[in-house]
């Protein structure tokens, strides 16, 4: 997985005060167990990525935010306030939903003024609120168009207009981009984390899909099976994974299961420095810190090569039948043994994660 840079306008976060605080969450539907003592803190100003399969409890996890389900157990505070008591029209929250959810019959305008019309507030603050959300999300030479007559990815913006132009402190997206083409999708993944850069409301963001989760957050908390794996910027959960889990899930990598004797790893055909107490062990080595070079750690063959347009993908055998991956640049051949060798500080220790049941319920599609 390529680590790719946003640029970020100056919008502070502060750490120091969160804006929402989740503490000991867990929510069971019978006897299904959805979510397990959940706890986090959500920064203000910060876009937050819950990313996770299907399963594993995410977007009930957004649903509770909500307040479209209740937790079995925990609570929730937002700005000193408990937040899990009040019902969802209290809360100063919006959604925006996987299917965007427009009235079909209201123009673009109207859709975004709904929320205040139903507020009731006065015709001159409605449209210049619709005005400038409109402006914001680049959608104001479309106020008079039906939704069925603009695009998936207007329509996107569309529903992002309607739920921030009444001011939430709190923006919560389920998977919003899912419906998009891979094209349009990645565009509006920058044009929507330059947008919550621009207004400073705290986004959370739902999604299975590691590279847009990578690419949006300032932080990524990753869930299995209803448990809080880790929480971590993207370049740290990918670089210093704690479990084999998030070693696996974010992006590709390659488990080095052996055990440390004096200071080295003995992982197979593999060996090198591990400053780790002796016992058992387990790393994750990525593929891209592999390379062809001497003097070499371990010797292999090849056993296939996938194209990836800059780079391959090669499967290689060690001579004690451990197979591991290779991401390297493009060559014309390669013949006979390859000799490979990578730096021990990119052999990450990681924990080995033990099975648990899946958190699956008639109520959790994602």
Partial sequence: MRMTNVPHAAVPIDKDTPLLSVRNLAKSFGKNPVLRD???????????????????????LLRILAGFESPTSGELWMGGERLDLLPPYRRRINTVFQNYALFPHLTVAENVAYGLRIAKLPQPEIQSRVQAALAMAKMSAHALAKPSRISGGQQQRVALAR????????????????????????????ELKSLQREVGI?????THDQEEAMVMSDRIALLRSGELEQIAPPREIYTRPTTSYAAQFIGRTNLLRGEVRGGIALCG????????????????????NIRLGTPAQFT??????????????????????????VSTALREEYAGDLQFKFSPADAVPVRETTAAPPANSRQEHA
């Fill in 163 to 190: 739920a921030l132009v009444n001011r939430p402190r709190l923006l919560l997206l389920d998977e919003p981009l899912s419906a998009l083409d891979a094209n349009l999708r990645r565009q509006m993944q920058i």
């Fill in 202 to 206: 705290t986004f959370i963001f739902v």
């Fill in 269 to 288: 055909a593999i060996r090198f420095p591990a400053p780790l107490p002796d016992g058992p062990a387990l790393f994750s080595l990525r593929p891209e």
């Fill in 38 to 60: 959940i706890s986090l803190e959500v920064a203000e100003g910060e876009f937050l990525t819950i990313l996770g399969e299907s399963g594993s409890g995410k977007t009930t």
């Fill in 300 to 325: 292999a063959r090849l056993l296939d090569r996938v194209f990836h347009g800059s780079s391959e993908l090669l499967r290689v055998e060690c001579s004690d039948g451990q197979v591991l991956t």
